[in-house]
């Protein structure tokens, strides 16, 4: 063999070698496809999954926009996150709040609608709720990732405990990419334990996204190195679940993805919300609004 | 949550990630190396581009009507999983007239990751190909079918599809050293494409995706 072709042939074993690791991970957080430069929540313009009127408005002074850092276990360093808190900072000690985990798109901005709604269950301002900006979300520093999912959420786990928050009047909620740091933290918690957990379009598991996209049944680890996995992980829960799915779901397959979850749960309570006609991102909006409202306010007063 | 734009690119076309690989077979003896570049059409950056799938071919001319070849697939191979296609191809009828030459590509594509996460899947192309302007040009149509043998996928759920088929047309340039060739593919067209998160371009609405890829085969 010349020495020309051994040089060529060593250089691409080089190449493919060291790219060979080459993952989807990075794919599955969306974040800032609308890019800002502040947070601007009820004032934003930008695109959003669906507009509440006025009669669902927060009052300025109860709306409170900071930073946390996060910081996890083997971190050296923490990372700056926001974080929104709709309610009385001053009553956590004695509230319950809505721990409100996004989705894998965007902002606070852009789920800042679903998080109002929430404000309103049993009453304005009837329950705290807080949501934070993954890291590489929004004005979040760092990168997203799997295990940056967890901390994130628990950061803002343990700025709740700061302020007197107890597990008892803690209600965890995952929306799709949510349900990740949802689920997770109520099965394996960290600051705070959960007294309910409320998925609104859930993932299964990584392997099932695989699957769903490829219509085969390719294992996961072929692109992804992503251990999701809700479906194994609701296992442990014993806590009260409430699924909330829309059945024309084209993105999370109700199927193929909620129900596993639902079905999954071994726990002594729960509760099933297929929204008829509903897809990914307007389930609030089929439910509609006001009967979302009665169903998440029930279930979080219900006494199991 | 939006679409994922790139997650699953590579993975519904893991079963299109190359052209034909020989719709007529070989001279008797005669070797062939062919790179194929192409994917199915998605949306990127506002931009609607073929996915970039390299595919790198060999193939032998075992006899006159009978060639056998190896693929690699070089995408998936970045991605760390050796995909790999062993087969043949066939002629069955040779062109008479206005009829066309048949042939079959019986192939067996192999992905391996680890010993945890490997697939087979049997794969056999129907082709007919007209060759005219003095054999200068050959024109083919044809089926690829893709078969996934699993019963069961994830948490022991029914795997709905089993066979997956993707109707072609191309158009093959012959020349002395070199065959040009282009393909166009209709990916799987009995399923779904609005119930994956990726963001497919086809004129064939909401079910499968369509394919473009360009060829250069080396003879000697």
């Given at each position: 063999m010349k020495t020309s072709r051994i040089f060529s042939l060593s250089i691409f074993t080089m190449v493919i070698c060291s790219v060979g690791c080459l993952r989807l991970d990075d794919n599955l957080f969306n974040a800032n496809a609308n890019k800002i430069t502040k947070y601007e929540l009820n004032n934003y313009k930008g695109e959003v999954d669906f507009k509440l009127d006025q009669t669902y408005g927060i009052p300025a002074n109860l709306v409170s926009l900071f930073t946390l850092t996060s910081k996890g276990a083997d971190e050296a360093a923490g990372t700056k996150i926001y974080a929104v808190y709709i309610g009385d900072t001053t009553r956590i000690s004695t509230d319950t709040v809505i721990m409100y985990c996004h989705g894998n798109k965007d902002h606070l901005d852009f789920y800042w609608p679903r998080a109002q709604l929430l404000a309103?269950?049993?009453?304005?301002?009837?329950y705290g709720v807080l949501m934070v900006d993954y890291r590489g979300y929004g004005l979040s520093e760092g990168k997203p990732s799997e295990s940056a999912l967890f901390t994130d959420v628990d950061a803002g786990l343990q700025w709740l405990k700061s302020k007197g928050l107890t597990g008892e009047r803690l209600m965890m909620y995952g929306f799709s990419l949510g349900s990740v740091p949802a689920t997770k933290l109520t099965a394996e918690p960290r600051s705070l334990r959960p007294s309910k957990i409320i998925l609104e379009a859930?993932?299964?598991s990584s392997e099932a996204m695989v699957q769903d996209a490829s219509a085969l049944a390719l294992p996961g680890s072929f692109f992804t190195d992503l251990k999701i996995n809700n479906a194994d992980l609701i296992k442990t829960v014993q806590q009260p679940f409430m699924w909330i799915h829309g059945t024309e779901d084209h993105f999370l397959n109700i199927k193929t993805q909620g129900e596993v979850v639902y079905n999954n749960y071994k726990g002594p309570n729960k509760e099933a919300h297929k929204i008829a006609g509903a897809g990914h991102s307007n389930v609030p909006v089929y439910f509609p609004f006001q009967q979302y409202l009665v169903a998440v306010g029930a279930f979080i007063r219900k006494k199991f | 949550m939006k679409k994922i734009v790139i997650t699953s690119l590579v993975i519904f076309t893991v079963m299109s990630c190359s052209p034909t690989r020989f719709v007529k077979p070989l001279a008797k003896r005669q070797q062939a190396v062919n790179l194929s570049l192409g994917g199915a059409l998605i949306s990127y950056s506002k931009l609607t581009i073929p996915m970039p799938f390299v595919t790198a071919t060999y193939g032998y001319g075992i006899d006159s009507t009978l060639t056998a070849f190896g693929s690699l697939n070089v995408t998936s191979l970045v991605y760390g999983n050796a995909q790999f296609e062993l087969g043949i191809t066939k002629q069955l009828l040779q062109q008479s007239g206005a009829w066309p030459g048949v042939s079959i590509n019986p192939v067996a594509n192999i992905i391996y990751r680890n010993k945890d996460a490997s697939k087979i899947y049997p794969e056999i192309d129907i082709n007919a190909f007209w060759d005219y302007n003095h054999k200068r040009n050959f024109f083919y149509l044809g089926v690829s079918n893709w078969f996934e043998l699993s019963g069961k996928r994830a948490y022991d759920q029914q795997q709905e599809h089993h066979w997956l088929f993707t109707p072609m047309i191309g158009e093959t340039f012959v020349r002395k050293k070199w065959n040009y060739n282009i393909e166009l593919k209709v990916i799987a067209p009995n399923i779904a494409n609005n119930t994956s998160t990726v963001d497919y371009k086809t004129p064939f609405g909401t079910h499968g995706a369509f394919g473009i890829y360009i060829g250069c085969t080396r003879k000697f």
């Open positions: 309103n269950t049993n009453g304005k301002n009837r859930p993932i299964a | -």
